[in-house]
């Protein structure tokens, strides 16, 4: 029987209460790559996190709070904006989505200016989120009320693309930013024209419960489908090129690397005992690593675990 492969966590931050979402900053210019946002029942926390293989200067995991934002309700989702830097202008950027069906959109120079504009019109819950990755105006989000919507920053009245079944992911690409992934629940993958808001590819398979553009090679296309993970090449089928199981329970999430087109994780049902985070690579019939499965969540008065895997 082979051993699993088990990694504990590089640097771990106390918490003070809940934790439910945490997200990396996506964009790898300046000094915008350190950041790391976490969101809990009424707070969510800025910060910068630096690895000695990312800074040689660094001992070990360097963590520092930059900003603390109040927040009404519980985060259930968080994204950030490609204009977060820290450079000579500093300015803060995110967006989060609540309970109440209500995205927020915080922004901060790290001085005077703290601003929450919220923004209203999905009626159900929102599960998923994103910016426009090039210039950050506009978001996307999707919702179990079937309906994808495209919102200004200024809160002006969304686009909307009607859906089948509840959005579940939102993906935008910054080599194809006039075009918008979005993945329903019932199992369809559709690329939206965002000029003409037409349908333009759909890609099909069993009930979806994740998915994900490449970030490195934009005609990749990886979900999670009831135990199993699914890889698409777009210019090729509509149906996936590649499908193997992953998980003993229901698999919850996939995520591209952003570094490498055959790196990919995933993650089992949040809650299960034998939910785990695996790590895959499409040249390796193996998964390459195992850990217990987490969801960036912690107990009260328990810590945030940041674990750090190289993409080699």
């Keep these: 029987m082979q051993e699993e492969s088990v990694r504990s966590p590089s640097y771990t931050v106390p918490c003070d209460d809940y934790v439910h979402v945490v997200e990396f900053s996506p964009f790898s210019s300046g000094t915008s790559a350190s950041l790391l946002a976490y969101g809990g029942n009424q707070f969510v926390v800025v910060a910068t996190c630096l690895f000695q293989e990312e800074d040689m200067e660094v001992e070990g995991v360097e963590f520092n709070v930059l900003r603390a934002f109040h ?30 069906r209500k995205l927020r959109l915080l ?23 994103v910016f426009e990755p090039t210039e950050g105006k506009q978001i996307a989000s999707v919702s179990d009320d079937h309906t994808c919507r495209v919102w200004d920053l200024d809160g002006r009245k969304p686009t909307i693309f009607r859906l089948r079944s509840p959005g579940v992911s939102v993906c935008w690409h910054p080599e194809e930013v006039f075009k918008l992934m979005v993945a329903e629940k019932k199992g369809t993958i559709r690329f939206y024209d965002l000029a ?32 199993d993970w699914l890889i698409w090449d777009i210019t090729r089928s509509s149906y996936p090129q590649e499908k193997r199981p992953a998980h003993r329970d229901k698999a919850h999430l996939f995520r591209w690397s952003r570094a490498n087109d055959n790196l990919f994780a995933t993650t089992g049902c949040p809650g299960k005992i034998s939910s785990q985070l695996l790590i895959h ?32």
């Design 107 to 129: 922004t901060s120079d790290l001085q005077d200016r703290h601003e929450v504009e919220v923004m209203e019109g999905h009626t159900s819950y929102i599960n998923h989120l």
């Design 196 to 227: 003409t808001h037409q349908a333009i590819l759909s890609l099909d398979c069993g009930p979806i419960a994740s998915a994900d553009w490449c970030f490195s090679n934009p005609i990749k296309v990886g979900a999670v489908s009831g135990n």
């Design 281 to 312: 690579h499409l040249g390796h019939p193996q998964v390459c690593v195992r850990s217990p499965s987490f969801r960036w969540s912690c107990g009260l008065g328990s810590s945030l675990r940041i674990p750090f895997f190289c993409s080699r």
């Design 71 to 100: 927040h009404d309700l519980r985060v259930d989702a968080l994204a950030w904006s490609p204009e977060s830097r820290l450079d000579r202008i500093p300015t803060l950027r995110l967006c989060t989505a609540a309970a109440d």
